[in-house]
């Protein structure tokens, strides 16, 4: 039996936008996925951006107008990848017109838009949403996800999530809206990636039960449209400090989200530390996982070792690709979309899911925290 089309709809034609085209059109490489994405609509303010998804013949309709999109009946899940200040209204809208929707990170500008759309979707009960976070999708990270949740760490010693760029290096790099605080929000580069850093501990049961932070603002100003300098107001760089449970257990947890990190360019770490073992990993080197463990050495007597595994090409859904071949980015992308509509399908399983609404919303108390620690300079409670 053929799997049924799910027609996919995007608002926001920009970077990720078209990622998103790119991976359903690669969608033929997942095996015995149950259903068949098919991008058929987009919408961007910017009409030059529409031109770009000419390439895709499935496209029929390109708007400016995503109202256009909401009253459309043969689409069913809508992809929306717009500035934070336009989560909350899109957002709301897409859910309140009987869609399903897989939502760009923060899920809303702040706490109150976060809550804005989680109120929407008590409304609309049957509507499927989901907030994207492609990153944990790499076959490492969910080697070491699978490893922690397997019991081999014993009792834990700490962790720490991590995602870091070094974008922001050049103080000459026009301003844009991610840099001001009115369109990114209050919590800056924790709203930006902040997401990335969060979906694996929270998913792990690792909720903090107090922050401390320490929030950068490291290049105030950059050149405005017309060269002349304007405020850059917002966070570059956010460290948090947290305590959070593993089995019972109080550990300290660090998330690390940098914008200003040289020597870096797109790297998501993983690190989590116990008394029986430890596993890491990091985009840096996207094969390799490594694995904490005392051993017996023969002639040596009993040493600790940290021994280093290639994770290959397979994640959360199979795929026709080769297992010890390597894993990118734009497989994430693909991974990512595999298991938002396989859990819409209901045919998830115990597969590692895409970041659920309650659980983006939860991010907004973090960093909302997380300012008021680096404000009066104190652990804040949750």
């Known amino acids: 039996m053929s799997a049924p089309t799910v027609n996919i709809a995007i608002i926001g034609g920009g970077l990720m936008g078209r990622e998103v085209a790119a991976a359903i059109q690669r969608w033929p490489a997942l095996i015995d996925h149950p259903v068949r994405p098919r991008l058929t609509a987009v919408c961007d303010i910017n009409p030059d951006a529409l031109d770009w998804f000419d390439e895709i013949d499935s496209v029929v309709t390109k708007t400016t107008d995503y109202a256009d999109l909401l009253a459309d009946d043969s689409i069913d899940v809508i992809y929306v990848a717009v500035r934070h200040d336009l989560h909350e209204r899109i957002y709301t809208d897409v859910i ?21 759309v989680l109120a929407a979707l008590a409304e609309h009960p049957e509507a499927f949403v989901r907030c994207s976070s492609e990153m944990p999708f790499f076959p490492g990270a969910q080697l070491a996800i699978d490893y922690v949740r397997s019991g081999a760490l014993g009792t834990i010693i700490e ?8 974008s922001d290096l050049d103080v000459n790099k026009p301003i844009n809206w991610k ?24 998913r792990l049961g690792w909720v903090p039960e107090s922050v401390f932070s320490v929030l950068q603002n490291i290049v105030e100003e950059r050149p405005g449209p017309d060269g002349l300098a304007v405020p850059c107001d917002t966070w570059d760089n956010a460290v948090i400090h947290s305590w959070a449970r593993h089995d019972g257990v109080r550990f300290p947890l660090t998330t690390e989200t940098k914008r200003i990190d040289p020597g870096q360019k797109n790297t998501w770490e993983f690190e989590a530390i116990g008394l029986d073992g430890g596993v890491r990993f990091s985009t840096k080197n996207p094969k390799l996982v490594e694995v904490f463990t005392v051993q017996n050495i ?23 690709t ?12 693909l991974q990512m979309w595999a298991a938002f509509l396989a859990e819409r399908h209901g045919s998830l399983g115990d597969r590692f899911g895409t970041v659920r609404p309650e659980e983006a919303a939860r991010t907004h108390e973090i960093f909302r925290a997380a300012i008021r620690s680096h404000e009066e300079g104190r652990a804040v409670g949750l």
């Open 96 to 116: 309140r017109s009987g869609k399903s929707l897989l939502a760009e990170k923060p899920f809303g500008i702040d706490a109150d838009a976060a809550q804005a």
């Open 159 to 166: 962790a720490r999530n991590s995602f870091l760029h070094s």
């Open 179 to 202: 840099r001001q605080t009115q369109f990114c929000g209050e919590a800056g580069v924790m709203n930006d990636l902040g997401m990335h850093t969060w979906h694996v501990p929270l």
């Open 298 to 320: 023969p002639g040596g007597g009993r040493e600790q070792v940290w021994q280093q595994i290639d994770a290959g090409s397979q994640s959360v859904w199979p795929t026709v």
């Open 322 to 333: 080769g297992p010890n071949f390597e894993s990118g980015f734009s497989d994430t992308i």
